[in-house]
């Protein structure tokens, strides 16, 4: 087991979550909820390659101005499994022009101050031009797009009389550049969603969301380009740090689907005063147009956990059975018949491939991070032993040296990182010294259900493993800075705060059989009104106004609470607010950790007016209301 004491030693007062209420039902899941799929431990690990994210290169480049892509969203087959098993049909971004099609999707390689304009088109079409029905059961009774709602409908939580089967329509989708500082008319607004411009959209069906018109007219008039049916064209003008940013789907309610089935893409920003000259850092990193059989040193992962059908196909749970409850759904009680509070796969996927093999050479490497599950927390280390027994002690440490919004103020070395879902971490592994042959391994020691205060580690066969390493020869001097050495860019510490809110993320319990995830403001009282996304809003920032949000954990679950539009600061974190962050906290961050029992400190500054969100992202959170819109000025 591992207790609250030794994560506590290990990460520097990261603390822990507590599991999920109901922890029979996930016992019974792991034991019968799969039934008929394809056991992990029977896939083949370590003889796929590392497959790296190509790079998208733009349609065209304005003189002085934007550089312009044309990215779709299409239905493809790949092959994540290893070669001899099935492929699986995903979802996934590409160049519409020049194909490319994959999951995770090509990276967007941007630079600061220089703007990038996309035009992201909803192709969820056949070869007929009819649309695609989704991959995964999508439920109907949640506060959702709702695209059968017609006009007056769309973004609603419809009633029904009877508990209806999933939703066979078309997809909605709506791009969010995460960590990105972006103007409401390109931030991804969950209701701001498009279905694709197929042919037979039913009658009375809403094909764009209830802000759809007015960002696309926001949009015409700054930059005079209209959105096309099926599309919208955003544009990031990247005036912030370098830092690792990532792109995937935000339409409302049905967050969680569309990004499993495959719809996830990193985004690069170079460049700047907060940047490190070439050379520094290990390099060169994957760029469009490069000669085969180059060599990078600087290597973009995506961890995610994926769960199969004997056939190749995705496995997703299609009933809230899979999780708590067998029934009756409605009119017995207002129960989501098909979506689950969590999801844990039991498979492990880097770059889109299971279990994978990257060749190394005996010196440093930048490995750029993401966890890109849909609920799963991380905490990876890197060993030599992958069977040792849990937890694990490290054989190279994994010099940390960024997270979300850039460089760190110092590097820090870490025995093991904690990433949730949707943080990064930018990191060194220095190889150096290493004989030719030795294998090491990336494992993780997280669980394999939401986290608690006491919990067994993930499955040492399967889910407590996540990459292999084999170093080879040495082919070219490392000119690279020992990580230790760094110096890295000074940080502009934020503002003094003019106004502190007090927040609540709480569990509520519903006729006895439900658990609903809640954000709220909290009174002058001490008291929390649990808010739901069609709510009044309540936190309206002034244009530049710098905030402190207290973000008070009083659920039973570990919750990565993101903000859209802003780079934060963490404050503190703890029972009274006042611990310092951990290491990896420090300088500025857009998703925190926020632990039960604690509360987390984060200071904003609010520089964009508009309307934005703040959510938890843990994905069937986020679908199932714990998500707020936020207004500046």
Known sequence: MVDRRRILQATAAVGAATVLSQQGGWAWAMRAGRAGTLAPNKIRKYVTPLRLPSVLSPARQETGGPAHYLVAVRQFRQQILPEGLPRTTVWGYGDM????????????????????????????????????????????????????????????RPSHTSTPGPYRGPVPIITHLHGGRSPQDSCG???????????????????????????????????????????????????????????????????????????AGFYLLRGGAADLPPGVLPGPAPRAGDEPGTRYHEIPLVIQDRSFNTDGSLFYPGSRAFTDQAGPYIPDGPFPPIWNPAFLGDTMTVNGSTWPVLPVEPRRYRLRLLNGCNSRVLIMKIVADRRAKRPASPSLPIWQIGNDGGFLPEPVSQRQLLLG????????????????????????EGPDVLCSDSFDPSDIATTGQ?????????????????????????????????????????????????????????????QA???????????????????????????????????????????????????????????????????????TRVKATFDLP????????????EDNDMMRPFQVG
């Open 466 to 526: 996540i990459m292999k390493f084999t170093v080879g020869r040495l082919t070219g001097r490392d000119r690279s800075v020992p990580p230790e050495d760094l110096e890295l860019p000074r940080i502009r510490p934020l503002g003094r705060a003019s106004r502190i809110r007090r927040l609540a993320l709480d569990e509520h319990l519903e006729h006895d059989r439900s658990i609903t995830m809640t954000l709220g403001a909290i009174g002058k009282d001490g």
């Open 529 to 599: 009104r649990p808010l739901h996304w069609h709510d009044p809003i309540t936190e309206r920032p002034a244009l530049d106004a710098t905030e402190i949000w207290e973000l008070h954990n009083w659920s039973a679950h570990v919750h990565p609470v993101h903000l859209h539009v802003v780079q934060f600061e963490v404050l503190g974190r703890g029972v009274d607010g006042n611990q310092p962050p951990r290491p990896g906290d420090r300088g500025l961050k857009d998703t925190v950790l926020t632990f039960p029992g604690e509360i």
């Open 610 to 621: 508009g309307r934005y969100v703040w959510h938890c992202h843990l994905l069937e959170h």
């Open 421 to 444: 879902p949707a943080e990064r971490a930018d990191v060194v592994v220095d190889f150096t010294g290493l004989r030719e042959g030795t294998e090491l391994y990336l494992i993780n």
């Open 97 to 156: 022009s020049q194909g490319g099609f994959r999951t995770p999707s090509a990276t967007i390689e941007a630079t600061v101050d220089r703007p990038v304009r996309v035009t992201w088109i909803n192709d969820l079409r056949d070869g007929s031009g009819a649309f695609r029905p989704h991959l995964l059961a999508v439920d109907p009774t949640l506060h959702w797009a709702n695209p059968p709602g017609g006009v007056t409908g769309r973004d609603t």
């Open 189 to 263: 607004y969950p209701e701001a969603w498009y279905l694709p411009d197929a042919r037979n959209i039913p009658r009375g069906h809403a094909r764009v969301g209830s802000f759809y018109d007015q960002f696309g007219d926001e949009f015409a008039q700054r930059h005079g380009v209209a959105w096309k049916p099926g599309a919208a064209t955003f544009q990031y003008d990247n005036d912030q740090r370098a830092a690792t940013l990532w792109y995937h789907d935000h339409a409302l309610g049905v967050t969680r689907v569309n990004v499993y089935a495959g719809l």
